[in-house]
């Protein structure tokens, strides 16, 4: 457990040793307020609850979680720490593990931030703290599954920039497919069938019936093997990089 | 200490390393010498298991790299070409995180940090942050690294690149400080390094190796071996070419300068004895009135032989 943990301490001090982790976490709260409060009009909604805000979360975390994952492997193929990591006695599969969760804790915290939003609410209304509750629980899944997907992408290549436009890429294709316009481009070029299995696949789709308070297993267990797959080809890709390299 | 058998990697239609063997026990240092491309580093890189042998194994103080690689890695100090450190970190915090990836218990963790800081000599720097040091220190902390846990086996990929004069003898010093102890593997391009430092050679070129033995006999193997070098002047040259290169006994002969005089070497004939061909040699040239400043039998020269070796590999290929 201690090298875990070892690994897991030594990224979140490097999120801690430049701007960037504070910086990004800044740039996400004022967003999410400013979707709340501007773009979602919470005030006016005389609805006491946070949908409005959780509706912008998936849209805003395309751009936060492959920028808080970009650096995870990119950085270490970069500076060359990744063969000094990969000949410390280690399994690559506790390396992933460690990079991911220190990731997911730094999510974690900017997702934390939002509570005084909560708090407004609940000041202003009468809220149900249930569905609140369950908002931040498909939040807090849906950053882990963008960040599974992001620490994949950052594996194959030692550009930080490569590694976050690549993330977006792929997060938005998995998000994309449950929005109506889609469905519908998707229905009438391929036919339903395929609309169906891309609003299934969708991420959008079962973060909103988490966030609407239904806490069905299949969603949960929708994101968590999500953030298990792309964590085993996390480390199948390391594994792969260090071969051809 | 390090056993590699039948070695072999190959990148795609490349074989970058073919067919290596080395065994080395407690005690030795071995260099490991060759021209860019020669399979060094990749060598290296299936030693410390980083790499995965195409075809072949290795195993560290008896524990094979396939089979067991963590249980390897633990007998294993490596430090890998370039220097890969964490730039944000200082060299004591970055040991420390060392020390617990290494599994080393919290009550031996400050000591083995104090001690690979004490023999890198980084106890100065040891909380400034490692983007904030020089080239030299940041190799330091790299070694630092890979002494921390004070392995039977080290393996170091040029450990001086890049250090100034005096921070490359004090590195050597540290080397020649712990060979008795551990197994010692250096890659290296500085010759006088491999000279000073290890007691087995091996010169690779195109992924084999193509000399391996004691300096001595490596050196025994270049054709400046028990040759006759005279040192003299630059105006004496056409005359002691003329009363020299033709005496009995020299096959041919050679002039290189040598700082603000010349060096003649008088390569001897099959079976000649080179004490026979030194004596005659400064007695033709007193005869000629040639002053030598400085006359020797050559034991021999490692740079002429790894010239040979890997100039034949390169036309080779």
Redesign the interface.
């Known amino acids: 457990m201690?090298?875990l943990?070892?690994?897991f301490?030594?990224e979140i001090?490097?999120y801690g040793?430049?701007p960037m982790g504070a910086a990004l976490i800044t740039v996400f709260l004022i967003a999410n307020a400013s979707c709340a409060f501007y773009l979602g009009r919470l005030l006016e909604s005389d609805d006491a609850s946070l949908a409005i805000s959780f509706a912008f979360h998936p849209w805003l975390y395309l751009f936060l979680m492959p920028a808080l994952a970009m650096r995870l492997f990119a950085e270490e193929r970069e500076?060359?720490?990744?063969?000094?990591l990969?000949?410390?006695?280690?399994?690559l599969s506790h390396i992933v593990l460690a990079k991911f969760l220190a990731a997911w804790a730094m999510a974690a915290l900017a997702l934390l931030l939002t509570t005084p939003l909560w708090a407004t609410v609940a000041y202003l209304g009468d809220p149900d703290h249930g569905v609140i509750a369950a908002g931040y629980a498909a939040s807090f899944l849906l950053a882990g599954a963008y960040l599974s997907i992001s620490l994949a992408v950052s594996v194959l290549t030692k550009s930080q920039t490569v590694a976050f436009i690549g993330a977006v890429l792929l997060c938005f294709l998995f998000s994309i497919g449950g929005e109506e316009a889609a469905r519908s481009a998707l229905a009438a070029l391929f036919g339903d069938k395929v609309s169906q299995i891309a609003a299934t696949m969708s991420f959008t789709i079962h973060f909103d019936a988490i966030a609407k308070g239904f806490l069905d297993l299949s969603d949960i267990l929708f994101f968590l093997s999500h953030i298990a797959f792309w964590l085993i080809a996390a480390t199948r890709l390391a594994d792969l990089v260090?071969?051809?390299s | 200490m390090i056993d590699a058998a039948q070695l072999t990697k190959s990148f795609g239609s490349h074989r970058a390393v073919r067919n290596l063997n080395l065994r080395a026990d407690k005690g030795d240092v071995i260099g490991l010498l060759g021209p860019n491309g020669a399979g060094k580093t990749t060598t290296m890189r299936m030693m410390s298991g980083y790499l995965t042998p195409s075809a072949g194994r290795v195993s560290l103080c008896g524990c094979d790299m396939a089979k067991a690689p963590r249980e390897a890695q633990r007998h294993l100090g490596y430090l890998p070409e370039g220097n890969p450190v964490y730039g944000e970190m200082t060299p004591f915090s970055f040991l420390r995180f060392v020390a617990a990836a290494r599994d080393l218990s919290r009550r031996r963790q400050p000591k083995a940090i104090a001690r690979a800081l004490h023999l890198t000599s980084l106890e100065e720097v040891a909380h400034q942050r490692v983007d904030t040091l020089s080239k030299g220190y940041r190799r330091r902390v790299g070694l630092a690294q890979a002494l921390l846990h004070d392995p039977p086996v080290l393996i170091l990929d040029e450990p001086t690149d890049g250090l100034d004069p005096n921070q490359k003898r004090r590195i050597r010093s540290l080397v020649r400080e712990l060979a008795s102890e551990k197994t010692i593997l250096i890659s290296t391009h500085i010759l006088e390094e491999v000279l000073e430092n290890c007691a087995r050679i091996l010169v690779m070129g195109g992924g084999r190796v193509l000399a391996d033995g004691t300096a001595a006999a490596l050196m025994a193997r270049s054709a400046y071996h028990q040759a006759v070098s005279l040192r003299i002047a630059f105006g004496d040259e056409e005359r002691a070419r003329a009363a020299l290169g033709k005496l009995e006994g020299v096959a041919r002969h050679e002039t290189r300068r040598r700082g603000d005089s010349l060096l003649l070497t008088l390569f001897p004939r099959e079976g000649a004895e080179p004490f026979a061909l030194a004596r005659k040699a400064r007695e033709a040239a007193s005869a000629d009135k040639i002053p030598i400043a400085a006359l020797q039998i050559e034991e021999g020269r490692l740079d002429d032989l790894f010239h040979e070796l890997t100039k034949a590999k390169e036309k080779a290929r």
């Open positions: 201690t090298p943990l070892a690994i301490r030594r001090a490097a040793a430049t500076r060359g720490t990744f063969e000094l990969m000949t410390l006695p280690l399994r260090r071969q051809t």
